[in-house]
C-alpha cells in the first residue's frame, strides 16, 4: 500500500513538471551542435528534484542537468527532466519526461511522461507495467515482423558508419524500421508493443534509467550489449527486445560490426 501511494505521488510530480514545457525557452549547446538543452529542461529538473526530495528525503539523484549525488543513498532518483530534447526545441511532439527510482542501485519505480500525446508509462517492480492505468505488455513478434528503433549516435558522429552497418543488417532481417530522437519514446515504445528492437552504441543513465523497469515488467528485455553489465554511472551500449530469442539475435548481428565495447 505505501509503495502504491508512493508511485502514484512520483506520478502526479512528473505530471507536474510538464507544464514547464511551453514554447518560450533560451537554448544553449552542451559540446556539440546536435546536443542541446533548454532553459525548461533546467526548469522541469529543477521541479523535480525539489519535489521528489520532499517526497524521500536524504534521497539521491542521478540527473542529466546537474551533478549526480547518490553514493550511499538507499533511495536514487535518475532523471531526465526532457530526453529527445532536440525534438522539443523542433516541436515535433517526440520528447519525453523520464523518472526512475532506484532502491540499492536497483529498478523499483518508474515513471515516462510525454504531454504532447498525454501518455504516462509506469511501473512497480513485481506489479506490471502500465499507460495511462492500462496494464501494457511487449508483442509476440519474431524478428522477421518486428520493427527496429536505433540512431547513428548524432553525438559521436564517428560512430555512423558502425551503426549504418548495423541498421542495415537488421534491416535485411527485420519488417522495418524506425527512429523517434529520444530513447524514452522508443524503449517504451517497445514496452507497449509497438516495436520490437532497439540499439544505441553509448546511452547515458538517465536515458534508460526509468525505461528499463517499465520493458522489463511488460515482459521484454533490456540489456548492455557487452558482458560489462547494467550500469547507472557511465553511458553504455544498450540493446532491448520484446523476447530473448530476438534480443541474442540482434546481439549477435552488433557484435560482428563492434565485436569490442567501446571507450564511451
Not at 515535433?92 to 508509462?121: C, D, H, Q, W
Not at 549504418?164 to 534491416?171: D, G, H, P, Q, S
Not at 528492437?197 to 534509467?209: F, I, N, R, S, V
Request: hydrophobic letters at 40%; one cysteine or more; aromatic letters at 8%.
Amino acid at each position: 500500500m505505501i509503495e502504491s501511494l508512493l508511485q502514484q505521488n512520483i506520478e502526479e510530480i512528473v505530471r507536474q513538471s510538464a507544464s514547464f514545457m511551453t514554447r518560450d525557452f533560451s537554448v544553449k549547446s552542451k559540446g556539440t551542435i546536435a546536443n542541446q538543452v533548454t532553459s525548461n529542461d533546467v526548469a522541469v529538473e529543477q521541479f523535480l528534484k525539489q519535489n521528489l526530495s520532499a517526497l524521500l528525503p536524504g534521497c539521491g539523484f542521478i540527473a542529466e542537468e546537474s551533478e549526480s549525488e547518490y553514493r550511499g543513498r538507499e533511495f536514487v532518483f535518475v532523471i531526465d527532466p526532457i530526453d529527445g530534447t532536440a525534438n522539443y526545441v523542433r516541436d515535433l511532439g517526440a520528447s519525453g519526461i523520464s523518472v526512475g527510482l532506484l532502491k540499492n542501485m536497483e529498478p523499483f519505480i518508474s515513471v515516462v511522461y510525454n504531454p504532447t500525446r498525454n501518455e504516462l508509462f509506469s511501473a512497480r517492480k513485481g506489479a506490471g507495467a502500465f499507460l495511462n492505468g492500462e496494464k501494457i505488455s511487449v508483442s509476440d513478434r519474431d524478428m522477421a515482423h518486428s520493427c527496429f528503433c536505433t540512431s547513428l549516435s548524432c553525438y559521436r558522429k564517428e560512430r555512423g558508419e558502425n551503426c549504418a552497418k548495423i541498421l542495415n543488417r537488421v534491416f535485411q532481417e527485420a519488417e522495418d524500421f524506425r527512429r523517434f530522437g529520444a530513447a524514452v519514446i522508443e524503449l517504451t515504445a517497445l514496452a507497449a508493443g509497438r516495436v520490437e528492437l532497439y540499439y544505441e552504441p553509448a546511452l547515458a543513465p538517465w536515458d534508460h534509467g526509468a525505461s528499463r523497469l517499465i520493458i522489463e515488467e511488460a515482459g521484454g528485455i533490456l540489456d548492455n550489449v557487452y558482458p560489462s553489465g547494467i550500469t547507472y554511472e557511465r553511458q553504455m551500449a544498450v540493446i532491448a527486445a520484446n523476447n530473448r530469442e530476438n534480443l541474442e539475435k540482434l546481439r549477435s548481428i552488433i557484435l560482428e560490426v563492434v565485436p569490442k565495447e567501446e571507450e564511451l
